[in-house]
């Protein structure tokens, strides 16, 4: 079996390491270069709700179609959509699933607990035994193995949602992207660390939790109790919606620091570095909230303290990477502009 000697490539985030294990399979040489150019919150308002993880997947697709990458997005509802899976698998191609973690019995996190969208790679069916040969390498669970096509039905067929099939293939014509392409993206990336179009910012969305800190803790500790309920669905959500901000961010600083390397270049290193600081610090704050979930008496109190410092010192500290950040972009914008001058004198 080829997929066998393909690398697995280990992170927190289902989406981004499946994703890159995929383009890795085909030698891309860091997947942070096409999954990494982007600091969206993903947090958006659905009236007076606050979503999380609005548009992940379609800006990660987007992203591989923008490095040369053929994107194909079927949802698993759709007629004979299974059938295009196989074909897909028997001329050697993975398939990404993106589908309902609930019916997933490796997938000890959420299987029987929690209706999550959880993505892994499938790489090999067996019509005879009916299973599917997969790899997750999210970092807390790194399964490889074969697991019944019942459950993966039950997951498509069974779940509150559609979810879709993914398959990445390098285009037929791809060609690497530009160096004025890799800053322009980055300086847009650290304009949204402030101020972005579609969801509320990082600075935005640290501002409203801090405004917002008291609702957001009286539902903390329900995290701990009974599955499904609506606190317990609110407080799951929030601390699965920071963990996407920080997933997003840490990528982010990843693809700073391969620019900072492939253009020889300290000070994107130095930027590198402060973004993921601004990650780290999402996820401080996700530990926190946790924490103060299951804590009682003036312990509790401390953390709530705690949490509203740490978010007023992120919030300060996007404002000011983004301005530096948006700045020096546009420094070494204008620096390659005159190099292009010169050549074409």
Known sequence: MKH????????ICCYRTSMATVLCSYGAPDPALVLGAGAHSHA??????????????????????????????????????WEWVCAQLERGVPVLANIDAYYLSYYWIDYHRFHNWHMFVMWEYDAANQSVYVTDSLDSMRFEGWIPLSEIRLAWESSVRAGSWIVIEPAAASTALSRKTLITEMKDSARCLVSDKEDLSGAELARHIIKNLDRYLSVAGASRGIAGSPEWKEATYFQRGIKCTYCTLYWYARFIERLSTDFKDQELNRFSAEVYELAQSWRIARGLYAK?????????????VHLANRLTQLEQAARRCSQELVSYSEYLLDKLQGEECELSG
Do not use: H, K, N, W
């Open 4 to 11: 066998l000697t393909r690398p697995l490539y280990y992170d």
């Open 44 to 81: 958006r308002f659905d009236g007076e709700v606050l979503r999380f993880g609005v548009q992940y997947i379609d800006r990660l697709t987007t992203m591989c179609r923008q490095s040369g990458y053929a994107c194909t997005v079927v949802p698993t509802l759709e007629p004979q959509a």
């Open 292 to 304: 103060y979930g299951c804590t009682e008496g003036d312990r509790r109190e401390a953390l709530g």
